[in-house]
């Protein structure tokens, strides 16, 4: 495109609050703009960039309306177009550059007020967007093209993981492959380690692409010095020709009350019931669950109850859901190996983790494993990161715990409970960050979501998501155009602590041979590149 | 160079009556003549044109009833040509000095017995490089419905192009917005353009 194929039109009207009006010139037809695309402002000292988020049709004469031209020639109409009835855009200024050396330097700023009258306007250029944007760098990781542009739209992963982040998007709107990607920018690109509790096995080993026609490769097979694969349900993973590192078993004695707490809903326990698994802990100690379990129907066991004024049905109730938990075949009485330390170990040496729950998919088993070694591993960064305050040694690699499904986590009646709800609100303190993906964000808790870093969202069009994704954000009834008209694949919106301004993009290409070059390109030695590539497609 | 046509009877700062040389031999309507004066060139465009006696008060009488055409009776009445005469008004729209167009009207009207000049197609080519005009001839007070007469211009103008249908759609666009409230108007003008 020429310079001259860029401009579109003029400002007319505008205010900070709600956005400038711009009028569209003859020649740039309404047809060719996109919500979503970012234009820039040559104001008479600054230059703004703003997002278009609205196009409409306007007309100097209501008897034009009234009386329309005859469409059957187009003479009348091509005459029309561009004077008496013209295509207005409404654009949202996000930044601006000061003119001068010191503002140049400074970089783009967020606005503060408007272009003044009849400010030119043109579509934004790849060095505007590579302005906001950066280039890919050795911190920067490329996740996309912002909509109907070459530029690469890259970010700071080192920053985005200092935060907890979040990726929503309704089923089927590509969240796994923005995750995919995300995770392997974060292996590549930032000091951070990932925790991936896999409940769809997709991140470890390959996965299918949406329609299921293809494989996509996944972090082992391109990273397999980077990340350990673990595994609930050695089977299936096995049948799958997954190379795994470990296989995960639990203890009885790992389970803590908290953890039956939070599968409160799942396991159609009563408030008494969760109340006295506290109880039970209090008087049986760590094997408190096996002991339960144990008592039988029995004079004994009634009395037990009465003494700890525990009602039966209750107790039934919570026996139930324990043996739910029992069946579970990962859960074992005593656990050969602790997992937990395993996991630390490869976290330590910076390896990142995925845990794959295997045929295990039922959200009983992944909230508890998921809550429970998140506990665990909260409890020894915690320490570790007090250790090093106090002088003593390096501070842990930071952390990077992805969660699926995380309103089974995060929802208002469990957020207060879990160690997830603690870690989104403090434990970028500690080192250690969410990375949180749902495709219903109204489930989450309101505080969850507001201490968010970054949210990536792809299509969502439930009123209540939209509303709660976008709580907060400056300019969110525009936003709202944007976002409910992202197509429905491979197209998402991001906007918060890691970029400049919301933007809307295309996700870069994944599941090509070349596209998995591109990734390997620059981690390992280019031998060693070449040498994992041979491997993987021979 | 014979383009002369008629000579200025009648002249005022927007326009001028001239009668034709030869009886009825009249520039069309709508097309560019122009006036040549030492200094400067004066643009004008025919809005109305018609033949009437010589002397107001005798009017001609029908003369054909026993002859078999038209030609026949001027044949048999030779008198009758110097008995009528054919005259054409023309609105100013712009004139050149130096070479430099300027649409809008010039300082002094022009002299009576001026000659008028059918302009070439290069002339009107290099003359309909801008719609300027178009305010002069919205403004006039013509005894013609004023949208036949822009039409009539335009017409003209855009036979002489090398795109015409892209030089009426330009056109087109600086009359909306010269006749930004008046859509009907518009449509009528422009009902009239389209081939």
Redesign the interface.
């Known amino acids: 495109m020429t310079e001259v194929d860029k401009a579109l039109g003029i400002v007319v009207s505008g205010s900070v609050e709600k956005g400038v009006d711009i009028r569209l010139d003859t020649q740039a037809s309404v047809e060719d703009m996109v919500v979503g695309r970012y234009v820039t402002i040559e104001g008479a000292k600054r230059r703004f960039f703003g997002m278009i988020t609205d196009i409409s049709l306007g007309v100097t004469d209501e008897a034009i309306m009234q009386t329309p031209p005859d469409v059957s020639n187009s003479f009348t109409s091509e005459v029309l177009a561009g004077t008496a009835t013209y295509g207005t855009l409404h654009v949202l200024p996000m930044l601006t550059i000061g003119g001068d050396t010191a503002s140049i330097i400074e970089g783009p700023q967020p606005v503060k007020t408007v272009p003044s009258h009849f400010s030119r306007v043109s579509l934004a250029s790849e060095q505007d967007m590579e302005l906001v944007f950066g280039k890919e760098d050795a911190q920067r990781f490329w996740i996309g093209n912002p909509l109907d542009m070459e530029t690469r739209l890259c970010l700071n992963l080192e920053e985005l993981v200092k935060r907890s982040n979040g990726i929503f998007g309704k089923s089927g709107t590509g969240k796994t492959f923005l995750t995919r990607l995300l995770l392997i920018g974060i292996l590549q690109k930032s000091k951070a380690v990932n925790l991936i509790f896999d409940m769809h096995n997709e991140y470890g080993w390959e996965g299918s692409s949406e329609g299921g026609s293809r494989k996509v490769k996944a972090l082992k097979q391109l990273f397999a010095e980077k990340v350990a694969v673990f595994t609930l349900d050695e089977e299936n993973s096995k049948r799958r020709g997954v190379s795994t590192d470990f296989t995960v078993r639990i203890g009885f004695d790992e389970i803590d009350p908290e953890d039956i707490a939070l599968l409160r809903q799942t396991l159609n326990l009563t408030e008494p019931a969760t109340e006295a698994v506290y109880q039970l802990r209090r008087r049986f100690g760590k094997d408190w669950m096996q002991k339960t379990l144990d008592l039988s129907d029995s004079e004994e066991t009634r009395n037990l109850l009465l003494q700890m004024n525990i009602h039966e049905s209750t107790f039934g109730n919570l026996r139930r859901g324990l043996v739910t938990i029992r069946r579970l075949p990962f859960i074992v009485p005593h656990a050969p190996v602790d997992a937990v330390k395993s996991i630390l170990e490869y976290l330590d040496r910076g390896i990142n983790v995925v845990l794959e729950f295997g045929r295990h998919r039922d959200i009983t088993a992944y909230v508890l494993v998921a809550n429970m070694l998140a506990r665990r591993i909260y409890d020894s960064y915690q320490k570790k990161m007090e250790a090093s305050m106090a002088g003593n040694v390096a501070p842990p690699t930071p952390l990077v715990i992805t969660i699926e499904e995380a309103h089974k986590f995060l929802n208002r009646d469990v957020a207060n409970y879990t160690i997830f709800g603690n870690i989104a609100r403090e434990m970028r303190k500690y080192n250690v960050t969410l990375l949180v993906i749902d495709q219903r964000p109204s489930a989450i808790d309101e505080e969850v979501m507001s201490q968010l870093g970054t949210k990536i969202t792809c299509l969502l069009d439930n009123e209540k998501d939209v509303d709660s994704v976008l709580a907060g954000v400056s300019g969110k009834n525009e936003l709202k155009t944007v976002l409910s008209r992202l197509a429905p694949k491979q197209q998402a919106m991001i906007f918060g602590h890691a970029v400049l301004m919301p933007v809307s993009f295309q996700v870069r290409e994944w599941g090509s041979q070349e596209s998995y070059k591109e990734f390997t390109h620059g981690t390992h030695s280019k031998q060693q590149a070449e040498k994992d590539i041979k491997e993987l497609f021979d | 160079m014979n383009s002369k046509i008629g000579e200025v009877i009648e002249s005022t700062s927007t326009g001028f009556l001239a009668e034709a040389y030869e009886l009825y031999n009249l520039p069309a309507f709508g097309s560019l003549v122009k006036v040549v004066e030492p200094l400067v060139e004066i643009y004008g465009v025919v809005c109305q044109a018609g033949t009437a006696s010589i002397e107001p008060g005798r009017r001609p009488i029908a003369r054909g009833k026993d002859e078999a055409s038209e030609e026949a009776i001027y044949r048999s009445s030779p008198q009758l040509i110097r008995l009528l005469r054919s005259e054409f008004s023309v609105l100013i729209v712009g004139y050149a000095r130096d070479a430099k167009i300027y649409q809008y009207l010039p300082s002094k009207p022009v002299r009576i017995h001026a000659f008028v000049h059918q302009c070439s197609a290069d002339e009107l080519k290099r003359f309909s490089q801008t719609f300027d005009f178009l305010n002069l001839l919205l403004a006039a007070n013509v005894q013609v419905p004023l949208e036949e007469l822009m039409a009539a211009v335009l017409r003209e103008m855009s036979q002489v192009q090398d795109d015409p249908?892209a030089f009426?759609?330009l056109a087109?666009?600086s009359?909306?917005?010269l006749l930004?409230?008046?859509?009907?108007r518009?449509?009528t003008i422009?009902?009239r353009?389209?081939?």
Not at chain 2, 180 to 184: F, L
């Open positions: 249908r009426l759609v087109g666009k009359l909306t917005s930004g409230g008046d859509y009907q518009l449509r422009l009902g353009l389209r081939s």
